[in-house]
Structures are given as C-alpha cells and as structure tokens.
C-alpha cells in the first residue's frame, strides 16, 4: 500500500523513523486529487509522491520527497511568475528553524523557496513538519492558485505543445540564452563563441545539417554519413564544449593538448574515441590548429567502415 508507506509507516534515507506529520501530505494529496483535474496519484516511488498533468507527457504539478526524517519536501509547479517569493513567505508563514526548539535542525532561511524554471514554469518549495503548519485558510488559497497556473501553461501548451519546450521553438537563440543551465549555476564562458565554433565547423564540412532544436546539444550532421561529425553542448556552465567521435586510437592526447582548456580523449567505448574540446574565452579557440584537427577528426569518421555512404 504504497500510500500508507509514505503517510504512516516510512523510514528516512538512513533508515530512522520519520518524523514529520504524515497527516500534512494526506491532506495535499488528497486536496489535489479530489478537483479531477490531474491524474491519479502516483505512490510508487519509495521516497516520491508524484501527481501529473491528466496528458501525463506535460508534466508534474506536485512532487513530495518523504525520504527525510523530520521535513516534508513539498514541490508545486505553477505558471513562471504567479508567487513573489517575499509574499508567499509572509502568506505561508513557515517559521524558520530556529524558532522551531522541537527540532534538531538549524537555520535561519524560509522554508518557503519560490524559483522561476525555464520555459514558462515557476517551482515552489515547501519543507513542511506538522500539519498545522498547513492546515490554513491562506495555504489552500495558495494551493488553489498554484493548480490554476499550473493548468493554464498544460492548456496553452495543447495548442501550442512548444511552448512547454523553449528550445524546439527558439531554435539556435535557446542556446545564447542564459537558460537552460544548472540550477544555481550561470554560463560563464563567452557567448561569441558559439558563432565562432559554428563557423570553424562549417569551413569544414560546410553542408553539415545543424540540430539546434535540442535541449543542450547541437549536433552537426555530416551529409554523407548521416551522423554527428560535431556535438556542442551549449548548457554547461564552465565551458562550451566540442565533442568529436573518431575512430579507435586515430587521435591521440598529444595532439589535442594545446587546444582549449583541459583537452581530453572519452576511450571508453569500444568502437569509438570521443575527443572532448571545452573553450571559455575566445583566445582559447586558436583557429588554425584547431581548423586542422576539425578537418582530420571529419576525414576520419567518414572514413569508418560502420558510416552509410
């Protein structure tokens, strides 16, 4: 009965009893599932209570992590903007830990965590322990405008499916955009070069047909092979990064040190090596030497006898 494990009989991560009120997630879920607006609950996960859109492929709106001892981890889904983080905390009015003496936990910051996401969605936080923390006038309110938001973006998104996936419709501008990386993390290398690594890969194979419509990666396809010559992964924070796939042992460590920041050959596969070029700054990028390695990393893979001609 996975909705008894998680309500009464759980144990924490490490095994101890839990402690937080198992009557407080009872109540959201059941608060929830009660409108018919979502589909069933999902209680299968050991340590994840999950409730979805009613087109299951949209989304989560509600997720709770039951996995630690003395704190309910409630996560909402909303439309991006529907919660000013400072209102929320004074309308919810979880106190912080410190002004909690019952608990073994410290702290000073709310554990109310408002967090616009990319594309059009906005996440709330809420670690929860008593039932009485919740059991409120202005928590339901929330509760209801949360679902609101949430339905708003699953509705829009059934006649426009792209908007819930910025990349397919943004295309090449996603990957310019501070976005998409990380939570907590920023891009720190330099934005002009991912026009600058575009064009050293089309001097090479110039009829490359590029995926910009891709979530992190921008793979150029080779038109003879049919298969990515070239991938870029736009979404890491400390470098833009160039893999290339080669042969087995066609290029070696000492040809790849001096370009880029900590060259590296992947030779973990056994029909492939995949050389990993990471570029911050375009004084990284030295052009001439890495214009011959492009050339003779495309001559390569062609050159594979698994490769359609």
Not at 139 to 149: E, H, N, P, V
Not at 231 to 250: F, Y
């Amino acid at each position: 009965d996975g909705r008894r494990w998680h309500t009464e009989l759980r144990t924490s991560r490490s095994g101890e009893e839990v402690r937080w009120d198992g009557r407080a997630l009872a109540a959201v879920v059941d608060y929830i599932d009660a409108t018919d607006r979502f589909s069933p609950v999902d209680w299968n996960s050991q340590t994840i209570v999950e409730i979805r859109a009613k087109k299951k492929s949209a989304g989560w709106f509600f997720h709770a992590i039951t996995g630690e001892r003395w704190l309910l981890k409630m996560k909402f889904r909303t439309a991006r903007n529907t919660f000013v983080a400072k209102e929320l905390i004074e309308q919810l009015d979880l106190k912080p830990l410190n002004e909690m003496p019952d608990l073994p936990l410290y702290g000073r910051e709310p554990r109310t965590h408002v967090t616009n996401r990319s594309g059009p969605w906005q996440e709330i936080e809420l670690r929860v322990h008593s039932f009485d923390e919740i059991d409120h006038p202005e928590f339901w309110a929330f509760l209801d405008r949360a679902m609101d938001g949430f339905l708003r973006v699953v509705e829009k998104a059934e006649t426009n499916p792209q908007d819930l996936l910025p990349w397919k419709a943004l295309g090449k501008k996603w990957h310019t955009l501070d976005r998409g990386f990380p939570p907590g993390t920023s891009r720190r290398w330099n934005p002009e070069l991912l026009d600058r690594l575009c064009e050293l890969l089309l001097q090479v194979v110039p009829n490359s047909r590029i995926g910009w419509k891709n979530k992190v990666t921008v793979p150029f396809v080779h038109p003879d092979t049919g298969t990515a010559w070239a991938i870029l992964h736009t979404k890491r924070p400390n470098a833009l990064r160039l893999v290339l796939p080669v042969p087995k042992n066609r290029i070696t460590q000492g040809r790849i040190l001096s370009i880029g920041r900590s060259p590296s050959i992947d030779g973990s596969r056994d029909d492939v090596d995949h050389v990993r070029l990471r570029f911050r700054t375009p004084a990284d990028l030295k052009p001439t030497e890495l214009l011959e390695l492009l050339k003779e990393c495309a001559a390569a893979q062609a050159d594979r006898p698994d490769r359609k001609t």
